[in-house]
Nanobody
Framework: QVQLVESGGGLVQPGGSLRLSCAAS????????LGWYRQAPGKQRELVAL???????NYADSVKGRFTISRDNAKNTVYLQMNSLKPEDTAVYFC???????????WGQGTQVTVSS
């Protein structure tokens, strides 16, 4: 079973920055695509950033130009640098991994990000 542990969330003012980390167990890491999802209260979980095994990236339109996803295969860790944060970025953030076209059914506990003045 894959274990994913997210960290780095917190309370930040609008316009501020946070860097999220997700440490993963298992030997799959270097061959997997990795994604950051978020879920706001009353809303569905949405994919906001993806990084492929080759380092290609994709972002949701709502975060493009503000968020940057990166990975460190040596540390089995994926990061999400979030800049110019907005109140609408408030959510619990989760990471997950995809091998081929299949996302893991296992989720970590997530990390809360709250953007508020």
């Amino acid at each position: 079973q894959v274990q994913l542990v997210e960290s780095g969330g917190g309370l930040v003012q609008p316009g501020g920055s946070l860097r999220l980390s997700c440490a993963a167990s298992g030997s799959f890491f270097s061959i997997a695509s990795l994604g950051w999802y978020r879920q706001a209260p009353g809303k569905q979980r949405e994919l906001v950033a993806l990084i492929t095994r080759d380092g290609g990236t994709n972002y949701a339109d709502s975060v493009k130009g503000r968020f940057t996803i990166s990975r460190d295969n040596a540390k089995n860790t994926v990061y999400l640098q979030m800049n110019s944060l907005k109140p609408e970025d408030t959510a619990v953030y989760f990471c997950n991994r995809k091998i081929g076209s299949i996302w893991s059914p296992y989720w970590g506990q997530g990390t809360q990000v709250t953007v508020s003045s």
